[in-house]
């Protein structure tokens, strides 16, 4: 029987008994009770999906306290930053809520007969939306509520009018059943069935690996590191039906910053950016890890002064032991592929120190290890010689999630080769602040090419991440009592 | 050196002189020249992207007696399909460029900022649309217009702003060639670069391999077997940076038929459906492969119906020898499988005779070698006990192109039982008619869960087949010369 136990992020002590993690008899039956409540789930309409939804951000607000406490306490995140997630997580329930009611992604496509031959002439069609099923939902590690049981990914999936079986991350699972047992009271009070949202638990990869291969189970979706992402991605595809697989992976989002804007206002964003950085001890999938500038006088300057900020930062316990470790590894491997440190504190103890180190754009093209992601508070100057060495850099870390573009402000040829650079590989451009910090809105894009995401067109973030979770199907010559049921599926 | 040989499709004969397969270099060479030509065509504007693909669709129809003349003998699809075949063509080529023209897809979400601290709060965003890049074209067999070098991937991805190359199909090399030869003199007069059109060919796996690895291609797409574009996408998965690969693949197309419409017009579908198996030599992937029916006196009567009109079948000859083979050989693996032969007169020569063989449903759910697909004129009739039975085998079947339901023409539990096990499980629905032909509609769905396609939320037909080749970005905080540009990329 394979155990799971919870830790204090901040002592490393262990924190309550053993848990047991759930069995191949227990994953079974969390998939097959998905699958059964699925069946009624599908058909539900708007406002039964609406009701659901704000009732779970309800009842998340209704136990705060003691939520925020247990999470802190199994993460060291900080009650001031677990109480804002509590909130985006309550705003997203509602958002989603919202969309639910309001029904816009579940409109048809109407698509009436044309008379005659092909290729004018064709049948009557209409383009519907239709829910994928049971969705194995994989919960990030460093958001204990909005990445994780109560996060965007259940939200989307249930107004979607799919089910969940969840599988909660071994770095808070106190935290995670906790949730999961307010939501399941929720389910209990509206007459849902229990298995709409289920959840399992393990440490190792034999829990997420046998519910990523059930055969019932209909998508996937995954908040974590590239490696850990690319192993279940693997999974589905190997499946005799391989299924969607929606991964939002790591990222080392560059900050291009030209010599302009660095010469009017560099002091201010070198404090702003090594807030960035080392906010929330850099266990943002956003995090500044890479900060292109070129060779200049005002570069030199903004440097010195993001290294002296960035080594006044005094970042928090990391989440856990092992990240903790993989964080000072990444960053003597930075060191041994060649980059220069300059703010390389290195401590013991769960809080690591902030890194940062330089390389020249020519060194960084060329070496691979280089553009690796190192989760936590570090960052890599990479210098260029020139705007178009600035857009090869670009080019050679090759998908991420944000690119930042500070000094665009005015329209050139250089302006227009940094903006064709940044939105070939990210899925977010900025052209002002810092990525940390992922608006839950309408427009919203977090997911882009590989190695940040696994399907680059899809969004975990903001309204269209619903839209992972249903397929289009065209209905030729549907009749009318099918027809007539617009908006609302079969 | 590789050869490539063309062959008269009626008669086995070698046609013209041997070609050579692309080298290496030119692949290379025309990936590099297609990521050089994208730099221009990706900030293209609606009108030039509209031009280009109507002087296409002209340069097909001007040269259309020759064109239709060798693809016949490339083919062996006959003259009336073909001259079919070659206006959808250009029917597709003009509804991309009304696309491009209009700008729908490439409309930005507009997201202004909202005061406040989040989560309601957030700066100005804007959803826009980003072209991949040069695009991997990998051309079918069956339709060496529509499906091929300037069929509906072509033309959607010049629309949505991408370049190709083009892997032109071995089975119709001259015609891809002659085609090709047209294209480039449409890009010479309208002064567009030759490498937004570049095309590779070969006869073996090489150079379809060579081209999905090349590290410039941002994305492929491919319509062809489950077995050719599995191995594909396994190329595309295991570059050292995936890329979005869109594969239409092999497909069963259930069609169920209810006792009551078979006692009504009985006679007048099995006419309908024998010629729909047939057609083309069956050679479609929309092509009906399985019939279910249940047991009752009146789906006696259609399956017998059924035999006799399919005997009397005379389907033409198929594309290639190796098809030729693989269909006899299918066929013989489903008798093998356990299938009662019913229309069973195999023949030697180019030109196959139908198959139809009856399993019950039992046995079908339970042996996958049913499942197969037989690419030429086969079907197999499944007999279902109950409604609920029938939902069962479309489950077995777990991913296809089309299901058509017959009889569901009025609202009851049975009727939704089979509209929701039909959506679940393919890309189109239809309650009337077969599903050969695949209308060029707005609201068209070619695409299903697996093995069907590899990407079942996106389409190869139809207005949606755009969106395969861009990919949304946001944003953020972008500057006044920038958001000016509304609808047209930077």
Request: proline share 7%; with cysteine.
């Amino acid at each position: 029987m394979t155990v799971l136990q919870s830790f204090r992020a901040r002592t490393g002590e262990p924190l309550g008994a053993p848990l047991v993690a759930s069995t191949p008899q227990q994953i079974d039956a969390a998939v097959q009770a998905a699958a059964e409540a699925f069946e009624g789930w599908q058909s539900s309409d708007g406002a039964t999906r609406g009701a659901l939804l704000r009732a779970l951000a309800q009842a998340l607000e209704g136990d705060r306290e003691a939520l925020v406490a247990l999470a802190d306490d199994e993460t060291a995140l900080g009650t001031v930053r677990l109480n804002g997630e509590l909130d985006r997580t309550a705003f997203q329930l509602r958002r989603f809520a919202d969309i639910a009611e309001r029904g816009v992604p579940f409109a048809w496509l109407d698509d009436p007969a044309v008379p005659g031959a092909p290729p004018a002439g064709h049948p009557a069609m209409a383009r519907v939306q239709v829910p994928l099923g049971p969705v194995a939902m994989f919960s990030a590690s460093n958001f204990p509520f909005a990445f994780s049981v109560p996060g965007g990914d259940t939200a989307s999936a249930l107004a979607a009018g799919c089910s969940l079986v969840i599988k909660a991350h071994a770095g808070h699972p106190l935290t995670s059943q906790r949730v999961h047992g307010l939501m399941q009271q929720v389910l209990q009070a509206l007459r849902l069935p229990a298995g709409l949202i289920g959840m399992v638990q393990g440490g190792g990869n034999e829990v997420g690996t046998q519910l990523i291969r059930h055969p019932l189970i209909a998508a996937g979706a995954f908040t974590g590191s590239t490696r850990g992402g690319a192993a279940l991605q693997a999974e589905a595809n190997a499946r005799p039906r391989p299924i969607p697989f929606y991964g939002e992976l790591g990222s080392i989002n560059p900050v291009v910053a030209l010599p302009g804007i660095l010469a009017a206002k560099g002091a201010e964003l070198a404090a702003t950016l090594a807030g960035s950085i080392s906010l929330g001890c850099g266990q943002f999938c956003t995090s500044p890890g890479v900060i292109v500038v070129l060779d200049d006088p005002a570069s030199d300057t903004f440097v010195a002064a993001l290294s002296t900020a960035l080594a006044g930062q005094n970042p928090h316990a990391m989440l856990t032991t092992g990240m903790r470790r993989a964080f000072e590894a990444g960053a003597k491997a930075l060191v041994a592929a060649g980059a220069r440190p300059l703010v390389n504190d290195l401590s013991d103890g769960p809080a690591p120190r902030p890194f940062l180190a330089q390389v020249d754009a020519a060194t960084f093209i060329e070496r691979a290890a280089l553009h690796d992601e190192v989760f936590g508070p570090a960052a890599l100057v990479v210098r260029a010689t020139s705007v178009a060495q600035a857009v090869q850099v670009l080019q050679a870390v090759g998908g991420s999630l944000t690119v930042t573009l500070w000094g665009v402000e005015h329209d050139s040829a250089e302006a227009r080769s940094l903006v064709r650079g940044a939105t070939a590989i990210a899925g977010r451009v900025l052209f002002a602040g810092v990525p940390t910090g992922v608006a839950v809105t309408a427009a919203q894009q977090h997911g882009g090419p590989w190695p940040s995401s696994t399907q680059p067109m899809t969004t975990s973030v903001g309204d269209a991440a619903l839209n992972r979770f249903l397929r289009p199907v065209a209905l030729q010559d549907a009749p009318v009592w099918l027809t007539a049921r617009q908006g609302q599926p079969c």
